[in-house]
């Protein structure tokens, strides 16, 4: 499922738990406006880090893979939280042009291809499944 569009200020939530080296290995085959988006939330300095390791200590594609589903489930804690919107229930809309500029698809299909099961979301408004 899509998360949608994330604001800047959602973007440095979701990341900023993260250490370079974890961050550098998901976002290495992220698109270039996501990269991009990443980065204006990031200190000049970060950013260099960040892309020298991606440069100098390509990861193994099961790290990479690990790093990715490490960020789609920091996405989806912080929504849970209600620490950023639910592009799933509110469309994500951006009212404001700034908020609109900073805006970027993040959507785990496209971003994560390897990525399925547990991160899948159900519609909203559809009963929750029952423990046995």
């Known amino acids: 499922e899509d998360l949608g569009r994330l604001s800047g200020r959602e973007i440095s939530l979701v990341i900023g738990n ?6 550098s290995a998901a976002i290495g085959e992220f698109p ?3 990269k991009d988006a990443i980065r204006k939330q990031m200190a000049v300095k970060t950013w260099q880090m960040v892309e020298q390791t991606m440069k100098y200590g390509a990861p193994s594609r099961e790290s990479s893979e690990k790093a990715m589903e490490e ?7 912080l929504i849970r939280e209600g620490r950023i919107a639910d592009p799933l229930e509110s469309g994500a809309v951006q009212s404001a042009d700034t908020q609109a500029k900073e805006t970027v698809a993040f959507s785990p299909a496209a971003l994560f291809p390897s990525v399925s099961g547990p991160l899948q979301r159900k519609p909203p408004g559809s009963a929750p499944e ?3």
């Open 18 to 23: 993260f250490k370079v080296e974890t961050l």
């Open 71 to 77: 960020l789609v489930e920091s996405a989806l804690k």
């Open 32 to 34: 270039q406006a996501v």
């Open 130 to 132: 029952k423990k046995t």
